[in-house]
C-alpha cells in the first residue's frame, strides 16, 4: 500500500482486450477507472460508465445567447438609439443583423466549448499530469493501450491495483507517484509574470516606435489623408468625360418620391396629385399660395395681384379655360421648373406643399366657375 501513488497503469496490445478488461477491472472498485489511447474506440465510454459529456448542450445554451445578445445591441442601436433607413429598409430590418449574430453566435460557442472543457470539465490548470510523464506515453501515443486504476483517496491500493490489472490481462503494469500539486500561482510567480510581461510591452512598443521611424509607409499601408478619393469639383482619370461630378443614370428616380424634376410639361402631364383633399392639405395649400402666388396670380388666381405695371411681366389667369384644362401634373411641373416670368420654387417648397398648392387651385377655379351640383340649398 502507497499513500503517495497516484495511479496504476495496465498495458493492452489491443483494442479488444483493453475494452475485454474493463468490466473486470470496474468489478474491482479499486479506485477510477480510466483509459488512455491512440485513438477513439467505439464503445469505450459506455464500457467505463462515463456520462455523456454536456459540453454540447453548453455550446448550445451559449451559442443561442450570443445570438439574442447581438440582435438585442444591432436593434437597440439600429432601431432605438440611433435609427437609419438604408436602402429604404426599416430601421429595425432584422435581416442586415446576421453576420453580425453569425460571428457573436460562434464567438460565444468557442468560448465556451474551450474554456468550459479546459477549466470546467479539464480541471485545468493541472500542470504536470503523471500519465505524461510515463514510461507507458510513447506507447499510448502510437499503439497501445492503458487501463488506469486511479486513486479516489489516500486507502488506494496500488499493490492491489496491479494484480488486478495482470489478471485482466494487462503485459505491463507501471506504478505512477502521486504529482506535485503545490500551488504555482506563488507571489514569486506573480511578479516574474508582472515583470515579464512588462518587459515584453516595453519591448514591442520600442520596436513599434522604432519600425514606423524607420518605415513610415509599406504597402499596402496607406496613410488616411493620403488615400486614393473622388473630388466632385475636380477631373478624374475615372470617368470617360473626365469629370468627378457625374450626372444621375438616366430614368434614376428618388426613393420615395415622384420623378417631377426632369422631363417636359408633357410628360410630366401624366403625374397624379398624391395627397387627399382634406381639410389639412387646403390649409396648407391656402397657406403656400398666398405667401409665393397671390402677389402675381391674385387672390383668387385671376391673374390680378398686387404688382404695379411697373413689374413688366404678365402673371397667368388660372381662371382662364386654359389653365383649368391643365392636368394636376402640368401645373406641378410649372411649380417646379418655372415659365416664362415665373421662376422656379422647387427649392422653397417642399413636395408636400407643391402638391398641397396644386390643390387649392383647383379649390379656386372651381369656386369662380361653379357647377349645378356645387350648389347646396340650406334648409330654412
Not at 507571489?187 to 516606435?209: E, H, N, P
Request: one cysteine or more; charged letters at 20%; proline letters at 7%.
Amino acid at each position: 500500500m502507497s499513500e503517495t501513488s497516484y495511479s496504476v497503469l495496465g498495458i493492452y496490445e489491443t483494442p479488444d482486450a483493453l475494452m475485454k478488461a474493463i468490466p473486470e477491472v470496474r468489478a474491482s472498485k479499486l479506485g477510477t477507472v480510466e483509459a488512455y489511447t491512440p485513438y477513439p474506440i467505439h464503445g469505450i465510454e459506455e464500457a467505463l460508465g462515463l456520462r455523456r459529456s454536456p459540453l454540447g448542450g453548453m455550446v448550445l445554451v451559449m451559442g443561442v445567447l450570443g445570438a439574442i445578445t447581438a440582435f438585442g445591441f444591432e436593434y437597440w442601436i439600429s432601431a432605438v438609439d440611433y435609427p437609419i433607413i438604408t436602402g429604404g429598409k426599416g430601421a429595425g430590418s432584422w435581416e442586415a443583423f446576421i453576420p453580425i449574430m453569425f460571428e457573436v453566435t460562434v464567438l460565444f460557442a468557442t468560448f465556451t466549448a474551450g474554456l468550459g472543457m479546459l477549466f470546467l470539465l479539464n480541471k485545468l490548470p493541472f500542470f504536470g499530469h503523471p500519465v505524461l510523464s510515463s514510461k507507458s506515453i510513447t506507447g499510448i501515443t502510437r499503439d497501445r493501450y492503458v487501463l488506469a486504476l486511479e486513486a479516489e483517496d489516500e486507502s488506494f491500493d496500488s499493490v492491489a491495483a496491479a494484480k488486478a490489472l495482470r489478471a485482466a490481462g494487462a503485459v505491463e503494469v507501471e506504478v505512477l507517484p502521486a504529482p506535485d500539486r503545490s500551488p504555482f500561482l506563488t507571489s514569486d510567480f506573480i511578479l516574474r509574470t508582472l515583470g515579464g510581461i512588462f518587459a515584453a510591452c516595453v519591448v514591442s512598443g520600442l520596436a513599434m516606435f522604432f519600425a514606423t521611424k524607420w518605415f513610415p509607409l509599406l504597402p499596402p499601408m496607406r496613410y488616411m489623408e493620403d488615400q486614393p478619393r473622388l473630388n466632385a469639383q475636380k477631373p478624374s482619370a475615372f470617368f470617360k468625360d473626365g469629370h468627378g461630378m457625374q450626372r444621375p443614370v438616366a430614368g434614376t428616380v428618388t426613393r420615395g418620391h415622384l420623378p417631377t424634376a426632369t422631363g417636359t410639361q408633357e410628360a410630366a402631364a401624366s403625374l397624379v396629385n398624391p395627397l387627399p383633399r382634406t381639410k389639412e392639405v387646403f390649409a396648407i395649400g391656402r397657406k403656400v399660395f398666398a405667401n409665393r402666388c397671390e402677389v402675381c396670380h391674385g387672390a383668387i388666381g385671376n391673374g390680378m395681384g398686387s404688382l404695379t405695371a411697373a413689374y413688366g411681366g404678365k402673371p397667368a389667369n388660372l381662371q382662364a379655360q386654359q389653365f383649368r384644362d391643365y392636368p394636376d401634373g402640368k401645373i406641378y411641373w410649372v411649380i417646379v421648373n418655372g415659365k416664362n416670368a415665373m421662376p422656379s420654387h422647387a427649392a422653397d417648397l417642399t413636395e408636400t406643399q407643391r402638391w398641397a398648392v396644386v390643390h387649392y387651385v383647383r379649390a379656386l377655379q372651381r369656386a369662380q366657375n361653379a357647377k349645378d351640383e356645387d350648389l347646396k340649398v340650406v334648409a330654412p
